[in-house]
């Protein structure tokens, strides 16, 4: 861990909201600023798709350590000035168990150019998060982003237990493998990478950075903790309010009168045993006022983890569409977070923000026709050959029911994947005319974003958020970053 650890991580919220230009504003004010693992091959082939306007991707790419796998991406998707309106874009390999040759390398490529475009120009902090129920992409996400020289490798939605291990193999060039989740697997089955194999003689040598694991309660961290192979190199500790997905209550679910889990006291982590077990741990989860920074670290964290005020910030990823009817709804303080038990095909409660024209509305999510292409949350199962299906509770319901799936576990499920990127607009368009809907997701905790928006009308930058989170803390914690 660094000599001086940031006191502020800002979120990493999916698809690309924490993009490259987000983290990138956050680590160079001496905190630490996290990109999103999530889907990045299918934004960066997108992005090309659009012409790359900017150059930025190419700029990256063009640093990519072996200049072959790059120019094959490029000769993929890349389309001098853009794809003609209203044209779909090309799909890109799935994933799976053994992700094809093609699929893996835009993959690598992909987080790379995230990575590398975070770091530029200075020594800050970039971390990359992923999450443990997006697997089968978690390898090669991983390689992408130490081959950048990421500095931290954040992980939740899950039991990130073998990432340790993962890191130290990719990061020495070895082959790196996690166990796969298969349902009614009947044998062990691993999502495996081989830097040196997908490199070749280009493979340069790799730091490991360290592994911060994303747990809702104590009794997880202290279980991953006891075990020096599985052992985290610190914590962060999320509670129910924070954004994205969180943790089930402990215990049976049960409902409250607006339909949101409810939560209690069981569900709360103990701070002094996190405290005890003498690692570094941060809190997420309306910890996003200078006040609760304070009181944070008076209870023994390193810092704090904060996700709404950036995700709102006119720095990340979001559409300026969405950004800006958020903002409006903030400003009349009618913005609204729901924590929806159904939505996410992964099972975990997810927050919905409620907006117009987005799939947080039952006409519009009703309106939108079931299918998976993007594919990202399909869960493995073994079927009765033997060999290995695929299987999503937001597809079609009667592909889901073919495949041996129960109709209650597709009742609500939202295609988090198509909406996540209309979000920042990179949504498909069909053939047929249909352009995918927005699905936004913020925290539930808007404390810190009603008080921001008092002080800045029109919207507050990620510098601005980092210096209001930071009032209340010495300046001795505070790192100066250095610029090339």
Not at 452 to 480: D, F, H, K, N
């Amino acid at each position: 861990m660094a000599p001086t650890a940031p006191v502020v991580i800002q979120g990493g919220m999916g698809v690309a909201v924490s993009s490259w230009q987000l983290a990138r504003e956050v680590a160079m004010t001496g905190q630490m600023g996290v990109i999103s693992g999530t889907a990045m091959d299918a934004v960066l082939s997108r992005r090309l798709q659009d012409g790359d306007p900017e150059g930025h991707m190419r700029r990256a790419m063009a640093a990519f350590p072996d200049a072959g796998m790059a120019a094959r991406v490029m000769e993929k998707y890349f389309i001098p000035g853009g794809r003609e309106p209203g044209t779909p874009y090309k799909p890109i390999p799935k994933l799976t168990l053994q992700t094809s040759r093609a699929g893996q390398e835009l993959g690598v490529v992909a987080n790379f150019v995230e990575v590398w475009l975070a770091k530029e120009g200075h020594d800050g902090a970039v971390g990359i998060n992923c999450l443990e129920k997006v697997q089968m992409a978690t390898p090669t996400a991983l390689l992408g982003a130490v081959l950048a020289d990421v500095d931290y490798v954040l992980m939740g939605a899950g039991i990130p237990r073998e990432i340790p291990r993962l890191l130290t193999e990719i990061s020495a060039g070895r082959p790196g493998r996690i166990t796969a989740d298969v349902i009614g697997g009947k044998m062990q089955r691993f999502i495996e990478v081989d830097p040196a194999d997908l490199l070749g003689d280009s493979l340069p040598a790799m730091r490991r950075p360290d592994f911060l694991a994303i747990v809702s309660v104590d009794a997880l961290a202290n279980y991953l903790y006891r075990d020096p192979e599985i052992r985290p190199d610190g914590f962060i500790v999320e509670g129910p309010v924070a954004g994205g997905h969180s943790a089930p209550p402990r215990g049976k679910m049960q409902l409250d009168e607006r339909g949101e889990p409810i939560y209690g006291p069981r569900d709360d982590a103990n701070l002094a045993k996190m405290a005890e077990l003498g690692l570094p741990f941060w809190l997420a989860g309306a910890y996003g006022t200078p006040e609760r920074v304070e009181d944070a670290l008076a209870a023994g964290a390193t810092g704090v983890q904060v996700g709404t005020l950036f995700a709102l910030s006119l720095d990340s990823g979001i559409t300026d569409a969405t950004r800006n009817s958020m903002l409006q709804e903030l400003r009349e303080d009618t913005l609204d977070v729901k924590n929806d038990p159904r939505a996410s095909p992964t099972g975990f409660p997810f927050k919905v923000a409620t907006l117009e024209d987005t799939a947080s509305q039952e006409e519009v999510y009703q309106a939108r026709p079931r299918l998976c292409d993007l594919s990202y949350l399909r869960t493995p199962y073994e079927r009765e050959d033997g060999e290995v299906g695929y299987r999503c509770p937001a597809e079609p319901v009667h592909m889901y029911l073919k495949k041996g799936g129960t109709q209650e576990a597709t009742e609500g499920r939202k295609c988090l994947c198509n909406g996540l990127m209309a979000n920042i607009g990179l949504g498909q368009e069909r053939k047929d005319g249909y352009a995918e809907v927005r699905l936004v997701t913020l925290g539930q905790d808007l404390t810190g974003a009603r008080e921001l928006i008092t002080r800045y009308v029109q919207g507050w930058s990620a510098r601005q958020a980092v210096e209001w989170l930071l009032t209340r803390v010495p300046a001795a914690r505070v790192r100066t970053v250095q610029f090339a």
